[in-house]
């Protein structure tokens, strides 16, 4: 991997060297401000189920999540029933935990009942946006990013509120990164200044 002009390309060190996958998550997705109600959607229930877990085993288990999960179609999965739990639990190519199925079932509800107050993206960015500091300096190690903030501790009461499951502050952050409500790639890294660019572009769903 390059970056512009022929450099060797730095990246932050959390993907590693060895994962081409997580290097192509970092690469492409991780940063990118993200305002599709579905996709924000899979990235919640994925978010959930990595609790306790490492994302790198989340991720290479991410295409049978899909097919477990009818595509992440929230109309479909508030259908589940018992027998499609039972699937659920039976299926070794997804995390099987029987109160993570259970939430994502009923996050699917809480997911549909929301659209009728503008969707899960305007929930979402409207709170992310509250406070963003303005001039945040770029976190030089990992240690400078923080595990929550004060958005994400707003953000997680704002979904439970509405019957969300397994989105506490730690993984409403860590969705927040991933779907480009902050910036923190390292500084020095090769995707900091496109997805600071990206960010400042971005208008948000209202």
């Known amino acids: 991997m390059t970056a512009e002009h022929g450099k060797p390309a730095?990246?932050?060190?959390?993907?590693?060297?060895?994962?081409?996958?997580?290097?192509?998550?970092?690469?492409?997705?991780?940063?990118?401000p993200l305002a599709d109600d579905r996709m924000l959607f899979e990235k919640l229930v994925l978010e959930g189920f990595q609790s306790g877990l490492s994302w790198l085993t989340i991720l290479r288990k991410r295409d049978n999540f899909?097919?477990?999960?009818?595509?992440?179609?929230?109309?479909?999965?508030?259908r589940f029933k018992?027998?499609?739990?039972?699937?659920?639990?039976?299926?070794?190519?997804?995390?099987?935990?029987?109160?993570?199925?259970?939430?994502?079932?009923?996050?699917?509800?809480?997911?549909?009942?929301?659209q009728d107050k503008g969707g899960l993206a305007t929930l979402m960015w409207r709170i992310a946006n509250q406070d963003q500091p303005t001039g945040r300096a770029a976190p030089r190690t990992l240690s400078d990013v923080p595990a929550t903030t004060e958005a994400s501790h707003?953000?997680?009461?704002?979904?439970?509120?509405?019957?969300?499951?397994?989105?506490?502050?730690?993984?409403?952050?860590a969705l927040m990164q991933s779907a480009?409500?902050?910036?923190?790639?390292?500084?020095?890294?090769?995707?900091?200044?496109?997805?600071?660019?990206?960010?400042?572009?971005?208008v948000p769903p209202s």
């Open 154 to 173: 707003r953000l997680s009461r704002a979904l439970k509120a509405e019957g969300f499951r397994f989105v506490g502050p730690t993984t409403i952050y």
């Open 82 to 114: 018992d027998r499609d739990i039972a699937r659920l639990m039976s299926d070794a190519g997804i995390v099987r935990n029987r109160l993570k199925i259970e939430a994502t079932i009923a996050n699917a509800g809480a997911f549909l009942k929301l």
């Open 66 to 78: 899909r097919r477990a999960f009818a595509g992440f179609a929230p109309e479909r999965i508030a």
């Open 180 to 202: 480009g409500m902050v910036n923190d790639h390292l500084a020095g890294c090769h995707r900091r200044g496109h997805c600071q660019r990206l960010q400042d572009a971005f």
């Open 10 to 32: 730095h990246r932050c060190p959390w993907p590693g060297i060895a994962d081409p996958e997580y290097a192509r998550y970092h690469d492409e997705e991780w940063g990118v």
